[in-house]
């Protein structure tokens, strides 16, 4: 019976590390989970009682500190082979809910990209749309302007580059996507050092 | 404010054991393949290298990802599975460089620390 209740109490443990390794894949979570009821397991040698078991689980750390760890450092692993920019954007994408600064840096991403995407787009789009594509001063009500790039049927609108937004659009897209790019990568490995510096 | 200079130096034996940790997780697995708990009290025992438990299997994790060591599941006689780990052959040269690395800077550091040698005992 005491045993029984000891496995049940680890059986809760692992329920609370799996609901904070959301973002990896099923066959991931499993691994984990597996391993680190093997390690409790191996702790309490055969007695698994809830004492035992609560201190080979302490030793572990709590459910929140041990897949911080876990899904940090294999979603940081997944760029050691393929630092794509969908790659690099869907790690960051992953770690956003971890902690304060991962989900600045997903936001950061976000806008980065978007704005990237919508310099190319812009450019690539104005020969095909010449009246409609560019970057547009559009005035409001109260006497100010908004600021738009891509298309727009504003009547009211004024274009500010005409043509040079094809040269410009693509080099600001390109350069806001590299740049995006590189601070996702920078953020993945600050996150990767931040966690291990925590349980170091 | 100044911090405390036994907070300095342990943090500065933190980043040295950091440093180290790597090279002594591959080293531990260089005579035979091991699982998770079996790698922590070696450590232990053979170097006081005590690190946090949940930390283990992360940087196992990475290692296996950089290709340095393999895994495979295996029935134990415990009565459940254990996960072993065993270095690769890319492992077993990188921690030949890495110990040949290690030998040199500490050697180096011995030979520093050399005249200091009655004030250590």
Request: overall charge neutral; charged content about 25%.
């Given at each position: 019976?005491?045993?029984?209740?000891?496995?049940?109490?680890?059986?809760?443990?692992?329920?609370?590390?799996?609901?904070?390794?959301?973002?990896?894949?099923?066959?991931?979570?499993?691994?984990?989970?597996?391993?680190?009821?093997?390690?409790?397991?191996?702790?309490?040698?055969?007695?698994?009682?809830?004492?035992?078991?609560e201190?080979?689980?302490?030793?572990?750390?709590?459910?929140?500190?041990?897949?911080?760890?876990?899904?940090?450092?294999?979603?940081?692993?997944?760029?050691?082979?393929?630092?794509?920019?969908?790659?690099?954007?869907?790690?960051?994408?992953?770690?956003?809910?971890?902690?304060?600064?991962?989900?600045?840096?997903?936001?950061?991403?976000?806008?980065?990209?978007?704005?990237?995407?919508?310099?190319?787009?812009?450019?690539?789009?104005?020969?095909?749309?010449?009246?409609?594509?560019?970057?547009?001063?559009?005035?409001?009500?109260?006497?100010?302007?908004?600021?738009?790039?891509?298309?727009?049927?504003?009547?009211?609108?004024?274009?500010?580059?005409?043509?040079?937004?094809?040269?410009?659009?693509?080099?600001?897209?390109l350069?806001?996507?590299?740049?995006?790019?590189?601070?996702?990568?920078?953020?993945v490995?600050?996150?990767?050092?931040?966690?291990?510096?925590?349980?170091? | 404010?100044?911090?405390?200079?036994t907070?300095?130096?342990?943090?500065?034996?933190?980043?040295?054991?950091?440093?180290?940790?790597?090279?002594?997780?591959?080293?531990?697995?260089?005579?035979e393949?091991?699982?998770?708990?079996?790698?922590?009290?070696?450590?232990?025992?053979?170097?006081?290298?005590?690190?946090?438990?949940?930390?283990?299997?992360?940087?196992?994790?990475?290692?296996?990802?950089?290709?340095?060591?393999?895994?495979?599941?295996?029935?134990?006689?415990?009565?459940?599975?254990?996960?072993?780990?065993?270095?690769?052959d890319?492992?077993?040269?990188?921690?030949?460089?890495?110990a040949?690395?290690?030998?040199?800077?500490?050697?180096?550091?011995?030979?520093l620390?050399?005249?200091?040698?009655?004030?250590?005992r």
């Amino acid at each position: 019976m005491s045993n029984d209740a000891g496995m049940a109490h680890l059986d809760c443990y692992l329920d609370q590390v799996r609901r904070q390794l959301g973002g990896l894949a099923k066959a991931e979570v499993e691994e984990i989970l597996a391993e680190l009821r093997s390690h409790v397991l191996d702790k309490v040698e055969g007695a698994p009682t809830p004492q035992r078991v609560e201190a080979a689980i302490e030793a572990l750390g709590g459910p929140r500190e041990v897949a911080r760890l876990n899904l940090t450092e294999r979603v940081a692993a997944t760029l050691e082979t393929d630092r794509s920019a969908l790659r690099v954007f869907s790690a960051v994408g992953r770690l956003a809910r971890l902690s304060l600064y991962g989900f600045f840096a997903f936001l950061v991403s976000l806008f980065g990209y978007a704005a990237s995407a919508g310099f190319l787009l812009t450019a690539i789009v104005k020969p095909f749309m010449p009246q409609h594509a560019g970057l547009w001063r559009i005035p409001t009500p109260d006497g100010s302007y908004d600021y738009s790039i891509g298309t727009t049927d504003a009547p009211q609108g004024y274009e500010l580059l005409g043509w040079w937004i094809i040269p410009i659009g693509l080099a600001v897209g390109l350069i806001l996507g590299w740049l995006t790019w590189r601070f996702g990568l920078f953020s993945v490995r600050r996150m990767r050092r931040t966690v291990q510096r925590g349980r170091a | 404010m100044a911090e405390a200079p036994t907070d300095e130096l342990s943090k500065w034996e933190i980043q040295v054991r950091k440093g180290g940790l790597g090279l002594a997780v591959l080293a531990v697995l260089w005579p035979e393949r091991l699982y998770g708990l079996e790698i922590l009290r070696r450590l232990d025992a053979q170097a006081g290298l005590s690190i946090p438990e949940g930390t283990i299997y992360p940087l196992l994790s990475r290692m296996k990802a950089e290709g340095l060591v393999d895994s495979e599941w295996v029935e134990a006689d415990a009565g459940h599975p254990r996960k072993y780990y065993r270095l690769t052959d890319p492992g077993r040269r990188r921690v030949r460089e890495m110990a040949q690395s290690w030998r040199a800077f500490a050697g180096g550091l011995e030979r520093l620390l050399a005249p200091m040698e009655g004030e250590l005992r």
